[in-house]
């Protein structure tokens, strides 16, 4: 789309805590060519990146577990099975992963693989997630993980076999969509064959 067919009339801005969310008027020119006006509110984080750590010769996985409230207050318990994630911050896609990997398994990998990247959620919030894939090995473990205290970080350091987490995406344990995306994609590439 071009720009030509977006005219935004008004801005407002509703939060700036922890991130910007924003409420927006604008016309859309339709595919008839004729003019629509539309109001729209967005939430902007940033963007993040997200990886899954996979031991081949094992058939094992890494993956977190961690408190999230906005699960809980749509009727989940809150505890959800996640691939590391965070926000890319001032860093590019491949060193934030790379760091948050470090601080919430206490793993360093070195072979990182970006790929794909994706918008999770593009009808409210702006954030593209990079994917990425990268093999670890039981001595890659600098430290126990678990993520920062300050940033009210409380992570659980799982290493599942591969079956089983695919299993569990099944059983509705893991109900987290970028976990589910890099579980589906390791998978369907044989990652771990």
Known sequence: MTSERLRIQEETLLSDNWAILKRTVFDY????????????????????????????????????RQFRYPAYVNGHN?????????????????TAIRLEVEEETGYRVSNVRRVFELFMSPGSVTERIYFFVAEYA???????GGGLIADGEDIGVLELDFDRACAMMHTGEIADGKTVILLQYALINGLLD
């Not at 008839?32 to 006006?37: A, E, F, R, V």
Request: hydrophobic share 35%; with cysteine.
């Open 78 to 94: 809150g505890m959800l099975i996640e691939t590391c994630a965070g926000l890319l911050d001032a860093n590019d896609p491949e």
């Open 138 to 144: 039981a001595d890659d473990q600098i430290n126990a």
């Open 29 to 64: 020119q339709r595919a008839d060519g004729s003019w629509q006006t539309l109001t729209r509110e967005t939430y902007n984080r940033g963007n993040g990146a997200t990886i899954l750590l996979y031991d081949r010769a094992r058939r094992t996985v890494i993956l977190t």
